[in-house]
Every structure is written in structure tokens, then in C-alpha cells.
């Protein structure tokens, strides 16, 4: 993985992370917690770090950079069917988190 992948990797990862501890129920946190160990799986487990501090309060443009992040993972080679149905789980835990 060369160091522009896993900015972003590491972007859509945070993005997630921070999603997950911000949900306003335990059942969107686990919806969230479900994208990001996918995530995760896509790229074998060889996952950097989260950096949560200094992200947006808003769950909306949290979401929204989430979304962009996993998107422009389709640069690096990932399989397309798999990012779209992890965008379709982001968009669901999204929707369970009052969206």
C-alpha cells in the first residue's frame, strides 16, 4: 500500500471511527463498527492508525467525508462492487443513526 491509499484509508477509517463513537444509539454505533471492520477486511486487516482529534462535530459532513474517503479508494485498485455495497452499509447505519 503506498503512502496516498492509506491517507486515505486512514481518512475513511477515521471518518467511520468517529461515526461510530458519536451515534446517537448502540444500534447505528454497531451499524457504523460493521463498515469500518469491513473496511478493514478489504484491505487484509494492514489498516493505519485512526486520528479522530480535530474532526467535524456534525455527523452529517462526517458522513459525507466518509463517503468521499471510500470513493476515492476506488483509485487504488479496490474492487468496485465492494466499495458500493460498503457505501450501501454506511449509507444504512447512517439512516439507523437519525438521518
Known sequence: ?????????????SF??????????DGAS???EHVL???????DDECPCLETD???GDRNVLYL??????????LFGLDALDLELLLVRLEAA???DGA
Open 1 to 13: 500500500m503506498d503512502l496516498e491509499h492509506a491517507l486515505t484509508l486512514a481518512q475513511a477509517r
Open 16 to 25: 467511520v471511527a468517529t461515526l461510530a463513537d458519536s451515534a446517537l444509539d
Open 37 to 43: 471492520i469491513e473496511l478493514d477486511w478489504l484491505h
Open 30 to 32: 454497531a451499524a457504523f
Open 54 to 56: 480535530g474532526l467535524s
Open 94 to 96: 447512517h439512516a439507523l
Open 65 to 74: 467525508g466518509a463517503v468521499a474517503a471510500i470513493e476515492s479508494l476506488a
